[in-house]
């Protein structure tokens, strides 16, 4: 491989939501030099590819920010960092202006006022969001993009970052890149369990299948702590097309109906998880299939959602149209989605401070990859790029000197790179890995087939078999550097379904249904579980770190 | 879920190519663009809104229900125009004004 070195103030790992305003906040804030490393092109890549149907976290007239973190307190039962729940919703508003100012369109009243969608959200038309950050952040001074670059690996030095190894996926230059501050942006991990459709539409999912996890694996390796891994997230979803329900629940008020036309939404409670849960029950005992009840809206209202869904998900509309009957006159069938590791929803991620500073130093996390505050969406998203970013500058200015990254360093990736591109005739290549990995997960660690339910003795297995898929990945061969990502994105998955397992077996109670759902320990434990699970690997272990609750005004600092 | 690019009408601009969130299209040697990864694709439909020569259409897999229609979306000005052809040659189109916010 060609190799090149560069060096920057802030390099940013992940050019999606939370990628792209951390580099805004830096260029209109200091005179800094960023580098952002996107693994496909910043203009569609990340969550918000097919555009966004509605700002979900906005502190609406009358509210306040506490109001926002008691709403994801009680959808999480509690295992939250109010801390950073805070911090993140005194700046859902300032964020919400500019989007409007660099092009979103969001709708208003004839006063000019923003229109809400019950307490916390705003219509928006988001087809076009991601191109208009991207558009910003390409006309942003000291900024820097560096497109179709996977970052697979960080330059960590006795617990502090100087940099990040990555390559070119088309033109297969290695790159050992040194920076005083990394701020992490991957988002979360999808792929990790087998889909809804395994074959042809196997990639039909809810979270972007590209998200691979790279972000968590890379800070699991490098000895972050890392929280909550253990709470799942599982959409609930129109079948087939994975599309969003909220606007058919929240825009027509449709309610979830079973086969026999009963609400049962009302049974099961009203949580993120409690939803999912009451589908998954009303189907095993045999009141399937569950639907949201849209028979009988009006004319005006179908064409209203027709036009909604391709702002989002395009393919729901498309499936309204082939079948020839709009929501109106059918009923949308609905089912939950595989098992997803992500931040943005539930708490998984980074164990960060309120700075957002993981506890390697000079590392930042925002968004999806950063844990304790879920509920994010893409406001939240944006807030948390800001701090991440704000705060990048404020370490780097108080520093003196940075280390550089050493050559050795840099060899060492550069040969465990180059080993994938010599074919060893390796029984295996990395897809099947991938979906003996996934049907692992399926199986024995709470997928869609055991209606995402588990117990110890399956963890064990799982973790077993998941040992058993690392081992084969060495022997993988890349044709050419596409391949070669695909080997790197396979390892980084292994390794977050290492630390998920690991974290279903820790909380050793159910406090959410369906996200984890321990069939040993049935009930909520309060006494013991009303705590966060964290980890660390040492000595190549994942060790379990029980953490008392950040609740209440108080503020959590990093103390070792 | 995934795209078919029609070779007779791509002109070679590698719009599509560069914006696939999955880097899943590639060009051929004559420089027209291809899916590579087809089972890949996520859906997002991108490459459909970047396309100028409206070559590439996006359809559902038959495993999710697909019934053999395809899409391809044309802009003009602030309408962004969704032309859905169905199996039998009808196309439904639903113009989308990108000035004006979803309703719900």
Redesign the interface.
Known sequence: MKTEKISTDVLIIGGGTAGCYAALTISENSDKKVLICE???I????CL??GV??LNAYIVEGRKPQDYVDYAKKDADGIVREDLLLTMSEKLNEVTDRLEKLGL???KDKNGKY?T?GNRNL??????IKPILADAVEKAKNVTVLN?VNIFDYSVKDNKINGAFGFG??SGIFYTIEAKAVIIATGGAAGLYKPN?P???????WY???NTGAGYAMGIRAGAEMTTFEMRFIALRCK??IAPTG?LA???GAKQINSLGEVYETKYGLTTSERVYGTVNENQEGRGPCYLRTEGITAEQDE?????Y??MA??Q???W???GRNPSRQNVEIEGTEPYIVGGHTASGYWVDTDRATTIEGLFAGGDVAGGCPQKYVTGALAEGEIAGLSAVKYIDSKESFEKISDEDTNYHLRETEKYLTDRHSLYTTEQLEEAMQTVMDSYAGGIKTNYRFNEKQLDIADCKIRQLETLTDDLYAEDF?ELMYICELKERLTVCKSVIAHLRARKETRWHSFAENLDYPEKDDRNFNKYVNSRLENGEIKIIIRDLVTGGEKYEHSN | ??IVIDKSKCIGCKKCR??????LIKTDENGKAYIKY?????????CIKECPAYAIS?F??????????K?HTEKNGDI?S?L?E?PHGEV?K?D?N???????
Request: charged residues 20%.
């Open positions: 693994k496909a092109h203009k569609r890549s990340g590819a097919a149907n509605a369109v969001i709708l229109v969608r219509k928006i038309n988001g087809e076009n179709r996926i088309e459709n074959g042809f539409s196997r990639h039909k999912m972007p299948p590209f087939d097309t606007t929240q825009g027509v209203s959602l027709l036009k909604a391709l702002n395009p393919s509309t498309i499936k149209i082939e079948s596409q | 879920m995934s560069n914006v696939c969130p999955g880097s087809p089972k890949d694709c996520w859906g997002c439909t991108s996006f559902l897999g038959s495993d999710i229900g697909g019934m053999g229609s899409v962004l969704w859905i169905k439904i639903i989308i990108q000035k004006e916010s979803n309703k719900y």
